[in-house]
DNA sequence: GTCTATAATTCGATAGAC
DNA sequence: GTCTATCGAATTATAGAC
């Protein structure tokens, strides 16, 4: 069974934080998307000021036009990219679908994410740790309600017998690990990427499995 | 279908650089186990020479005592652990069991694996970033070599009509990231943990899918 | 918005005595 | 092996002129 809900997708709330994908007419886009690739390659820690005024051919002072500090920028990253995340998955546990139509939908949703933003969830897979004391742990809180989701939804699945009865943990850490490598594959791809191609091999391995019959 | 090699991983060549899961008598053994999960803990960049010195009581130049450098301290984890899956991998490559046993045992030893060295891994997969110029290109060129071995092994199970046809940089890069998270549960969880418990589940997950029937 | 200049701090690493 | 002392470099951020 392979269903594709498009018209949800179409629906997503919109965030206007793409500073990559947008068309880079203001030098506040600019600025952001640099800063967004730059620490993408580099990591944040690694990524200085200088790397970042730099790249935007002026002086370190400069930057402090657009931020106010160097963490004040990744946490813009992380927070708006987790925004879009869970409001996407509350739309779809909100519906009436059933569990595997909605986990197929979460599938088909965080694809679509983060074909829309590859560099902002390179940095929320790969940077969160340097957030500081009062937003690391708030980052953390969040993105542990959004697993405790997926469990109940799996969960949910289990009971309906429509899931095999698989250790919930695992399960829900195992399904979010293989969406989380996605964004490697929108970066490094040098050729046009057809998600809905991506869309279709994921959820079979998801659901099926690599084992054939 | 469900076998479980367990000769194999008891077989498997052993490297002297657990300093975690070796008893820590020698103040040696001591000061890489400590610097491993202080790295693990605030990450490698944001440790510092300092910290270390400081959790084993001692002033900074100690530190100098036990290692060249600041680079060379990571070096030693990531290559470290880096050989003993390539060692593992390799021979069960080497066996003459079919691609489907065969990837039943890489699961199950890249589980193993873990399971000795959670913190190791956790290097592995999160601060690999940090290694400077003529070490990092290896180490990248290193892992290459390991994923397409994995691809290799996969295709083969395809034209063998063992797995299903899917994208084989797809279907590695999952089933890689499928097992890539497990160091977490590991070091997080506070119970003990029954490897071959997680191995049937993950093994279920990756071959047969979350899907019932 | 852009620059120069610099403050204030931190870090990796070394020298050298004991 | 352990210490004190310190160097030199790099970093974030600010002040203030244009």
New binding site residues.
Partial sequence: MLIVFKYLLTDLPFIDFSFVTMKKNT??ERFFAESLKLIHEKGFKA????DIASKL??????V??YI????ALLETFLFGMQDEFHDSLDEILDSSYDPKEKMHLVVSSYIQITSKRPYEQALLVNEWRNLKAPKLQEFIQRRKEYENKIKILFQEGVDNNQFENIDVEIATATILAALRWLYKKYIDSTIKINSLEIEKQLTRLIFNGISSN
Same sequence: chains 1, 2.
């Avoid at 990524?47 to 200088?50: A, D, F, S």
């Avoid at 106010?68 to 963490?71: G, H």
């Fill in positions: 030098k506040k990524t200085t000021m200088r051919n002026f002086e370190v002072a400069n402090y036009n106010d500090s160097k963490n």
